[in-house]
């Protein structure tokens, strides 16, 4: 006689509560759940500025450049008239020559004598921090006081002319205010003077990044000051460098203030002085402004700006692969 057995089920004890899950993930859950809009309430105020300041204004130019548009009227449609009138408009091939000239003459300036100061400046101590505040602090200034300052000092009867003559260094002022070419150069010299502690900054960050037993090993090799910049600070803020003369490009080939000023708003003598910019300010106010004018200059402008920037990366690009 066979007996079945039976085997009794376990029973359960009572039911474990599910785990509650962290608050964050229960945040991060509800933002998943988010509207697609949410993250534009975090990007919009700057969205709306750059398209209401950059965007709008940009476009807004560019079709004004078609047109015959003044001050006073909208205008009508004239196609490319404005930019063949660029042609043969003197004051245009003036303004570009400057403008040229100006870039041609400051960038490799700004490039090459910020990272001289910043190497002379680098490193810890009081002197060396007050040097450095001391060259920084013609950045924070405004261009208007600069350019005031700098007329008073290179005028006819201005402290530069003054000391010189009390020196017999010259018997007859020089024009620095007054000739053409002398200003131009004067108002490159203030540029220079006014940007070298922002670039020196720059350079002081790229500086701390370089190894500094690559400066033992040039040492050790019996490299001098020159050789050791030329080899190894050089090479170790090349990157720095090229991202500088990118900067320094646009800023000299937009210059406005220091021109302006020195010059007292006339372009200097038979506006032989006038740069892009200025060129600009003239057609576009004032009663008489033609903003369809002014806008093809500026449409030049950035073309010409974007030629030039588009050159750089491609080389910046070239050395980076060599490297």
Do not use: C
Request: glycine share 10%; net charge positive; aromatic share 10%.
């Amino acid at each position: 006689m066979s007996h079945a057995s039976t085997t009794a089920a376990p029973s359960r004890g009572p039911a474990r509560e599910a785990p509650r899950r962290p608050e964050r993930r229960r945040r991060s859950r509800h933002w998943a759940r988010s509207p697609w809009f949410v993250p534009l309430l975090f990007s919009g105020g700057a969205l709306a500025v750059v398209l209401v300041m950059t965007i709008f204004p940009f476009f807004n130019t560019l079709a004004l450049s078609f047109t015959d548009a003044t001050m006073l009227r909208d205008g009508r449609f004239i196609g490319l008239d404005n930019f063949r009138e660029l042609l043969t408009d003197t004051r245009f091939g003036t303004a570009l020559l400057n403008s040229t000239l100006y870039v041609v003459v400051v960038v490799p300036m700004m490039v090459v004598l910020p990272l001289i100061l910043a190497n002379l400046v680098a490193g810890g101590g009081r002197l060396l921090g007050f040097f450095r505040t001391a060259y920084y602090v013609p950045v924070v200034m405004s261009a208007v006081v600069v350019g005031l300052i700098w007329t008073n000092l290179l005028e006819r009867r201005g402290l530069v002319n003054e000391t010189l003559q009390w020196l017999h260094a010259l018997t007859e002022p020089i024009p620095f205010l007054t000739d053409r070419w002398l200003l131009l150069f004067s108002a490159m010299f203030v540029t220079v003077w006014m940007g070298l502690g922002y670039y020196m900054v720059i350079y002081l960050a790229a500086l701390a990044s370089i190894d500094p037993s690559l400066y033992d090993a040039a040492a050790m090799d019996g490299a001098g000051v020159v050789r050791t910049f030329l080899s190894v600070t050089m090479p170790g803020v090349r990157n720095t460098m090229m991202l500088v003369a990118m900067f320094s490009s646009v800023a000299a080939f937009r210059v406005f203030g220091e021109v302006y000023v020195l010059t007292g708003g006339t372009g200097g003598p038979g506006g032989g002085v006038v740069t892009m910019t200025m060129l600009i300010q003239r057609e576009g106010t004032g009663l008489q402004a033609r903003t369809g004018y002014a806008g093809a200059i500026s449409l030049v402008m950035f073309v010409i700006l974007a030629i030039v920037l588009m050159l750089q990366i491609i080389v910046q690009n070239r050395e980076g692969r060599k490297s």
